[in-house]
């Protein structure tokens, strides 16, 4: 009689580890080390759900959601560089958008990006976590959004 083998227990993957593993296919160095959030300190993905809140109603399928997260990382991004990089992102945010898209979005896209813009300052000020990458999942009934900030240098910035 054989043995009946033992059912393999799966590991549950978090969203940041397929992140991890995709930032890796993608070229990211294996001796790039990434350092998980401390504890106490709020995870950048429900920030940014709370720095949307606005807007998500409007994203009623992944694919709208997907550009919501996109257009709000660069919202985010933006406000942490100094005015002059601020302006070449969000001018180049509306260039690729709006070649897309069609004119016809201008009026749109300025006042999403105006309106995130003035969240980030009057809200979320003091968050200088600076978006690296994200996954967005969709679970059915809600998304699941995982990323990776870092904090910028001053001389990044």
Not at 47 to 72: N, R, S
Not at 108 to 137: G, P
């Amino acid at each position: 009689m054989s043995k009946r083998k033992k059912p393999q227990r799966k590991t549950e993957q978090t969203g940041l580890d397929k992140l991890e593993r995709e930032l890796r296919a993608h070229g990211l160095p294996e001796n790039v080390k990434y350092i998980r959030r401390p504890a106490g300190e709020s995870k950048i993905s429900a920030v940014f759900w709370e720095f949307i809140e606005p807007f998500k109603q409007y994203a009623t399928t992944l694919q709208a959601m997907e550009k919501l997260v996109v257009l709000g990382t660069c919202a985010w991004n933006a406000a942490l560089l100094p005015m002059d990089k601020q302006q070449k992102l969000i001018d180049s945010v509306f260039q690729n958008v709006l070649g897309q898209a069609g004119e016809k979005w201008r009026g749109d896209l300025n006042y999403i990006l105006t309106t995130l813009l003035k969240r980030k300052e009057q809200f979320f000020a003091d968050d200088r976590r600076f978006i690296v990458s994200y996954h967005l999942e969709d679970r059915g009934a809600n998304y699941h959004l995982s990323m990776v900030s870092t904090v910028l240098d001053a001389q990044e910035e």
